[in-house]
Nanobody, 116 residues
Framework: QIQLTESGGGSVQPGESLTLSCAVS????????LGWYRQVPGKQRELVAE???????NYGDPAKGRFIISRDNAKNTAQLQMNSLEPEDTAVYYC??????????WGQGTQVTVSP
């Protein structure tokens, strides 16, 4: 059974930085595409950033120019470095794993709050 565990959420002030981490555990041949999504009440979950196994990245509009996603294939982890945070970035952030055969997996979510 594959499990995703997020860490690093919290409360910060506008302009500050925060780094989220996601650790993948369980039985799998290899970890494919890892990503981060976020959701606020009443809205759909949206892509923040994703990184493919070969290191290629794809960023959602809210993250472009401010956030950096990275991964460590040896440790099956991914990180999301979030810079210049704004109140609009307040959301629950979810780690996501897409496997070509077994499907999509989600973490439990971690709250990020940006307020003065």
């Amino acid at each position: 059974q594959i499990q995703l565990t997020e860490s690093g959420g919290g409360s910060v002030q506008p302009g500050e930085s925060l780094t989220l981490s996601c650790a993948v555990s369980g039985s799998m041949f290899r970890v494919d595409t890892l990503g981060w999504y976020r959701q606020v009440p009443g809205k759909q979950r949206e892509l923040v950033a994703e990184i493919f196994r070969n290191g290629r990245t794809n960023y959602g509009d809210p993250a472009k120019g401010r956030f950096i996603i990275s991964r460590d294939n040896a440790k099956n982890t991914a990180q999301l470095q979030m810079n210049s945070l704004e109140p609009e970035d307040t959301a629950v952030y979810y780690c996501n794993l897409k496997q070509p055969v077994s499907g999509t997996y989600w973490g439990q979510g971690t709250q990020v709050t940006v307020s003065p």
